[in-house]
């Protein structure tokens, strides 16, 4: 599940609260069938892996040494060091760590017991194109076992590319919760058209009933049915069709239109 | 049992734990060192004092409980331990029980180190001699050891409670060190001062860190105002109040 939200809109907040780390004023956080709060979250520490704003790495220690403090099963610590390929430096002390090598390390502490829920806050920051690319490519396989990954990014690009779900938040409020494929398909389910006369196919499609807009020389039609008929209809009316294309919609458009909606609302 | 593997981790991996050992063991040697030429019931006490080592122990001591808790603030390391122990209390206790176990590992070595130098530079001095309390200078050496230990217990309290409070450990390491040094001299200019208030005032924090003293000399009785018993207690009641105390900041810190 991917949360995305604006800045302030309550992300890490929501995070921190899943964690027992924040407390919760109203509602109640319960992970596995049971509650979380700051005095008692036992349940965290066999279920879930986190990384939360900054990676939490002691200076004094090697990535190695930091991994240890997760786990003492080789195997996983070995898993995850060649998994998210960090051989050439898990032995170096972390004070010495570039942005990316300690963010791949806060990562690979959250993943290495491959815990039932992973909760990571702006995973892709100080990312290379090539490690959030095996980042991607983790998070799937891993989630393919089962492990539920909950996201907040502000990279959208590359956090539709592995999220199954979107919840959007503003103010601390839930506006959107969605299946992606759900949300995609309804924001496919439009056409734009050019034409060498608007205002004549406007009036037309008004008068057959479909759903359309103009604005700047675009018109927007809503789900049409029978794609066929619409072009049969406006070619009879001497309507030449110059363009026609359905949008591509991505992640940052989605959002962008339901914060637009929801401070529409508000004013 | 996890939490006290991850501490036990961190606290092997700091260069500074093993270091301030070193530090210890030289500084201790120093003291033996001018102690060849002195009279032999000077070399006596120095011997019980462990060449001064109980003082060196509790500075590395400061230094060592005050990162231990100040880090994870630092660092931001507090949120992983976190979500990994059952709650903060579980953390907080963990650590102040490892740091109860390299204490006491301290105090051994210190022992152990006395009785190593004393050999090379006071071999006329015989370890099962009388000296007081009708005990050996060993015996004496012993119980001072475990005296300066059982005092420790509320320097650490209050170095952990100091260090929960703060985002470094400066702070917990400074206030520390001026309680341990001056602690017993502020505790008996407040009772020689105010002699009325000397029922209530008799009981400070401070007060207690004259146990070793008033074992060693029964006449710091008239400074201290309370027994051998009393101040033994009063340790140990200021030891748990600011555990309590401590533990409940470090759990309800915004983090």
Redesign the interface.
């Known amino acids: 599940m991917g949360l995305i939200g604006a800045n302030g809109a309550g992300k890490t907040t929501i995070m921190?609260a899943m964690?027992?780390?924040n407390r919760v004023r109203r509602g109640t956080v319960a992970i596995a069938n049971e509650r979380v709060t700051?005095?008692?979250?036992?349940v965290?520490?066999e279920n879930?892996g986190?990384l939360?704003?900054?990676p939490?790495?002691?200076?004094?220690?090697t990535g190695w040494?930091q991994l240890?403090?997760?786990t003492?099963d080789v195997t996983q610590l070995q898993w995850i060091v060649e998994t998210l390929q960090m051989a050439a430096y898990i032995h170096q002390n972390a004070k010495h760590y570039s942005l990316g090598m300690r963010q791949q390390l806060g990562i690979a502490?959250a993943l290495v017991r491959q815990p039932k829920l992973v909760v990571l806050d702006e995973p892709m920051n100080g990312l290379d194109p090539q490690a959030v690319k095996r980042l991607r490519q983790t998070i799937r396989e891993l989630a393919q076992t089962g492990m539920t990954f909950f996201i907040s990014s502000h990279i959208l690009s590359e956090l539709e590319k592995v999220i199954d779900d979107v919840l959007v938040i503003d103010h601390g409020r839930v506006i959107l919760q969605t299946p992606m494929q759900q949300l995609r398909a309804s924001y496919h389910q439009r056409l734009l058209l050019q034409t060498t006369d608007n205002a004549h196919a406007l009036v037309w499609l008004q008068q057959h009933h479909y759903g359309c807009a103009l604005q700047n020389d675009v018109i927007t039609v809503a789900a049409p049915d029978k794609l066929n008929q619409l072009m049969a209809g406006l070619i009879a009316q001497n309507i030449q069709i110059t363009r026609i294309n359905e949008p591509a919609v991505d992640l940052e458009t989605i959002l962008l239109t339901q914060l637009d909606q929801v401070s529409g609302a508000g004013q | 049992m996890n939490i006290l593997r991850i501490e036990r981790l961190k606290l092997a991996a700091k260069r500074g734990t093993w270091w301030a050992i070193a530090l210890l063991i030289i500084l201790m040697a120093g003291i033996a060192v001018t102690t060849t030429s002195a009279t032999l019931s000077d070399q006596r006490f120095n011997i019980v004092s462990a060449y001064v080592g109980f003082q060196w122990l509790m500075l590395v001591l400061i230094v060592v409980a005050a990162s231990c808790v100040a880090m994870e603030f630092e660092y931001g390391t507090i949120k992983q331990l976190a979500v990994q122990a059952k709650n903060r209390w579980q953390v907080y206790l963990t650590k102040f029980s490892l740091i109860l176990g390299y204490d006491v590992c301290l105090h051994v070595l210190v022992v152990l180190v006395t009785l190593g130098l004393r050999p090379i530079f006071n071999p006329k001095i015989d370890m099962f001699a009388n000296y007081q309390h009708q005990l050996s200078l060993l015996s004496n050496l012993m119980i001072n050891s475990f005296l300066d230990f059982y005092g420790s217990l509320m320097i650490i309290g209050l170095v952990f409670l100091l260090a929960s409070v703060g985002h470094s450990s400066a702070i917990a390491i400074s206030v520390g060190v001026a309680v341990c040094f001056l602690g017993e001299g502020v505790s008996s200019l407040a009772l020689s001062t105010f002699k009325a208030l000397a029922v209530v005032l008799r009981w400070n924090p401070f007060n207690m860190m004259c146990l070793q003293e008033q074992y060693a000399n029964q006449d710091y009785q008239g400074i201290t105002h309370l027994t051998l018993a009393q101040l033994a207690g009063g340790n140990l009641m200021w030891t748990v109040i600011s555990i309590g105390v401590g533990a409940l900041i470090f759990s309800k810190r915004h983090i």
Do not use: D
Not at chain 1, 56 to 61: D, E, G, M, T, V
């Open positions: 921190k964690l027992g780390l700051q005095l008692h979250h036992a965290l520490a879930v986190a939360i704003e900054h939490a790495i002691y200076p004094f220690l040494q240890q403090l997760i003492k502490m």
